[in-house]
């Protein structure tokens, strides 16, 4: 986006309803997401939502394209601006975990339930949906490497196998963030982290 | 259920019904799960299937019954014949990563997903889900607490840590394995749980 000019109203609009459909697809998941309950949660007409979304397919898309920009600023940024390594790979799961704990989306991580939602759904919003989450996956792998090269890691840590672990344990403190809402295992997961990446806890 | 007894028409029917039930609501979820979605998938009436099931809600409780009931058979009984301590954290696991490649579902892991799907559902379909969940960990951190108590772990080793970890590990399996449907995840996760526990590879 340009900075230096002002959005349009329609692009207002356009970016309101986007931040709803993420947020209501975190709860009754991307194919709970019509344009009837969108406009209905926005106070808006069916059609007012039509001249922006053609279709509920248009719309899914846009909202994972839109989820996907939440997660570059909230979760990869911070990992891109920590130091090569052992600290990228820190910072990225210290921002997973801060993203959920400060409710970005209601029904916790857009990914975690998209992926298993979708999964099954072939077509184009799984695929772009498993287009992020291999681009997430790739760059944890990229992290273990550089770590790796540095000496930060043993030689023998294998990059596929460190990213579904850390992975792993960010999707188990999603799950039992969201079922239970105890913001224990929010410590919890940042402790297993830390001593899973040799660094001490603050 | 009594062996020596036969199963009734009714109770055989009720069970092809849950069957059909657990396999959709994998694929569109506990939510999607109506009357009559799986009254055409089954070919039966609505009127048929509400004589079994007096509403969604029943339906949907009865289901996830069912699939505690398989999740038990295919992943909690293989651990719980294992030896004690890591014998039964790797069996576990590697029961759960069978039950992934054998497809008992067709969209993974029933309670990943339902875990997910109705944590921000709060009520009696989220809190049964909850129930099971926190059972299967309680189960895990319990077999990391024998296995320190039998020298197999280290002292400092964090029962429910731990738990998270291969939780999570699982989770990301599964998460992979319904994403790409690429069958090589399942050896990575067996390979990451063995290393994790200190088990040679086989």
Redesign the interface.
């Known amino acids: 986006m340009n900075p230096r000019r002002p959005r349009s109203d329609g692009e207002r609009t356009r970016a309101a309803i986007l931040q709803s459909a993420m947020r209501l697809s ?4 991307l ?2 997401l019509t344009i009837g309950n969108l406009a209905k949660s926005l106070g808006m007409s069916k059609g007012g939502l039509y001249a922006h979304f053609g279709s509920k397919e248009e719309l899914q898309l846009a909202t994972v394209e839109a989820a996907g920009a939440v997660f570059v600023a909230e979760v990869i940024e911070p990992a891109l601006r920590a130091d090569p390594g052992v600290p990228q790979l820190l910072a990225f799961c210290d921002a997973y975990v801060d993203h959920l704990e400060r409710l970005t989306f ?3 991580c857009f990914f ?2 998209a ?7 072939r077509g184009p919003v ?1 695929e772009k ?2 287009e992020f ?2 681009g997430f ?1 790739a760059l944890v792998r990229e992290f273990v490497r550089t770590a790796v090269a540095l000496g930060q890691l043993p030689d023998d840590e ?1 990059p ?2 460190l990213a ?2 850390l ?10 963030f ?3 809402g105890d913001s224990s ?1 929010l410590d ?2 940042r ?2 982290v830390r ?2 990446l040799g660094v001490k806890a603050t």
């Open positions: 975190t709860v009754d998941g194919e709970g209601p029904g916790g975690a339930g992926a298993l939602e979708m999964g099954t759904h799984q949906v498993a989450h291999s996956v294998d596929a196998g579904l672990e992975h792993g344990t960010l999707l188990a403190v999603d799950t039992s969201v079922m239970y295992v919890l997961g402790t297993v001593r899973r």
